[in-house]
């Protein structure tokens, strides 16, 4: 048997749009998105398989310029299929200007351009990998508590040169301070 459904849906909708499908989130660009189908479920999203836990939950990030929507295909143990498409809110991102920093602030000397060419290398190959764990549900928690001092998909203008987006967060603390672990796993 074979179901097909098209439906959108904002951040205000409620987190159920199935019967058998639940999504708990931020349904934004740059969001973290919870969701759950039933055990044994097939999940792909925009083509993509996602690893989905013994108790049918899935997690799955949106990039900070991801489309305004989202295609979601579920196949279920009984041969059912589910596939929706699913509004993704767009976001304005926070643009920095900051001026008059010396030259060594805006390019790098070519000893820190290379490790950071190095450290861009090792994440794009993390990311190119989807992980099998599973283990990652529940509440997140912040590493530690102070100042945000960067926040997710803001960027900088330096000596009116753009620089990349920032893909983290970054929350000011002493060197040496103790930091959590935001998730068990």
Same mark, same amino acid.
């Given at each position: 048997m074979c179901v097909t459904a098209a439906v959108i849906i904002g951040l205000w909708s409620p987190p159920s749009i199935s019967g058998d499908l $639940? $999504?708990?989130? %931020? @349904? &934004? #660009? *740059?969001? @973290?998105? $919870?969701?759950? &189908?039933?055990?044994? &479920?097939?999940?792909t999203i925009s083509g993509r398989t996602i690893q989905v836990d013994e108790t049918g939950g899935f997690i799955f990030g949106l990039g900070r310029n991801h489309a305004p929507t989202l295609a979601v295909d579920v196949r279920f143990g009984d *041969? %059912?299929?589910? #596939? #929706?498409?699913?509004?993704v809110r767009q976001r304005n991102y926070d643009e920095q200007h900051i001026n008059n920093l010396p030259k060594k602030m805006v390019t790098p000397p070519v000893k820190i351009q290379q490790r950071i060419t190095r450290e861009a290398e090792d994440v794009r190959n993390a990311r190119a990998h989807a992980s099998d764990a599973t283990h990652i549900r529940g509440k997140l928690i912040w590493p530690i508590v102070g100042p945000v001092t960067g926040i997710y998909g803001s960027r900088r203008i330096l000596n009116g040169e753009p620089r990349a987006p920032h893909y983290g967060v970054d929350i000011a603390a002493p060197t040496g301070t103790p930091v959590q672990v935001i998730a068990s796993g």
């Amino acid at each position: 048997m074979c179901v097909t459904a098209a439906v959108i849906i904002g951040l205000w909708s409620p987190p159920s749009i199935s019967g058998d499908l $639940f $999504f708990t989130g %931020t @349904l &934004a #660009q *740059g969001g @973290l998105v $919870f969701a759950k &189908a039933e055990p044994g &479920a097939h999940v792909t999203i925009s083509g993509r398989t996602i690893q989905v836990d013994e108790t049918g939950g899935f997690i799955f990030g949106l990039g900070r310029n991801h489309a305004p929507t989202l295609a979601v295909d579920v196949r279920f143990g009984d *041969g %059912t299929i589910v #596939q #929706q498409m699913i509004k993704v809110r767009q976001r304005n991102y926070d643009e920095q200007h900051i001026n008059n920093l010396p030259k060594k602030m805006v390019t790098p000397p070519v000893k820190i351009q290379q490790r950071i060419t190095r450290e861009a290398e090792d994440v794009r190959n993390a990311r190119a990998h989807a992980s099998d764990a599973t283990h990652i549900r529940g509440k997140l928690i912040w590493p530690i508590v102070g100042p945000v001092t960067g926040i997710y998909g803001s960027r900088r203008i330096l000596n009116g040169e753009p620089r990349a987006p920032h893909y983290g967060v970054d929350i000011a603390a002493p060197t040496g301070t103790p930091v959590q672990v935001i998730a068990s796993g």
